[in-house]
């Protein structure tokens, strides 16, 4: 299973997803195909819609914060 990680200082730049919200960003740790990644970042908490991208925190705060 591939593993999604925060950017080190030597990636800052290259990440796949950044987080609308908090500007979190992720790459995952080995080579994934493009059609893949989306599919990837869902399956490991980030939520991708179609014009806005969460990491899980932020999805979570914000699920908490609309919940009635």
């Known amino acids: 299973m591939t593993a999604i990680s925060p950017l ?3 990636t800052e730049g290259s990440a796949d997803r950044y ?5 979190r ?9 493009d059609q893949a990644r ?3 970042a869902r399956g490991n908490g980030w939520h991708i819609g179609a014009e806005e991208t969460f990491c899980p925190a932020c999805r ?9």
Do not use: K, M, Y
Request: with cysteine.
């Open 8 to 10: 080190s200082a030597e």
């Open 25 to 33: 960003s992720f790459i995952p740790r080995s080579p994934v195909a």
């Open 60 to 68: 979570h705060a914000r699920l908490e914060i609309s919940d009635p």
């Open 38 to 40: 989306d599919d990837l």
């Open 19 to 23: 987080c609308d919200s908090c500007g």
